[in-house]
């Protein structure tokens, strides 16, 4: 009898033992996954700073270059475009609207004011301009 009641105690015990183990086990292996989401939160969060550090510098400097490179060419462009103009009368160049020619287009957001081979084109209504005080096309912007 007595070894049966050791028995009973002792398969009591390992029972009571493995669940304790098991439990254990559950609860380190969980501390474990809340651990990795936790690390996988911070390497989100960098990842996310350098993408964005990495994209701004590249933005800059991909700014920097185009405007270095574009600089010289329109210096360039103005520069030519000075030189055509004053080398060909027929080249288009522009004109303001004064008080003594055209004063009604003065202030209209219609008016062109490009000379093409002489010619003077006023606007697209009035290609010569208006004669009076109050053309019907005039918007002031």
């Given amino acids: 009898m007595f070894i049966v ?8 015990q390992w029972q009571k033992d493995l669940i304790n183990m098991m439990e254990t ?12 989401n936790d690390m996988v939160d911070a390497f989100f969060e960098i990842t996310e700073e350098i993408t964005e550090q990495v994209q701004n510098t590249v933005t800059t400097e991909i700014d920097q ?5 574009a600089e010289p060419i329109l210096e360039i462009y103005w520069e ?4 055509v103009e004053e080398l060909h009368p027929d ?8 008080p003594e020619k055209n004063a009604v287009c003065m202030g209209c957001v219609h008016y062109h004011g490009q000379v093409y081979g ?3 084109l006023v ?8 004669d009076d005080e109050h053309c019907p096309d005039k918007e002031v912007g």
């Avoid at 606007?123 to 208006?130: A, D, K």
């Fill in 5 to 12: 009641n050791n028995g009973v105690k002792c398969m009591e």
């Fill in 25 to 36: 086990v559950a609860d380190q292996v969980e501390q474990f996954f809340l651990g990795m």
């Fill in 65 to 69: 270059f185009l405007e270095e490179l």
């Fill in 80 to 83: 030519l475009e000075d030189i």
């Fill in 91 to 98: 080249f288009p160049y522009a004109e303001e609207a004064t």
């Fill in 118 to 120: 002489g010619n003077l």
């Fill in 123 to 130: 606007c697209g209504m009035h290609p010569y301009g208006w």
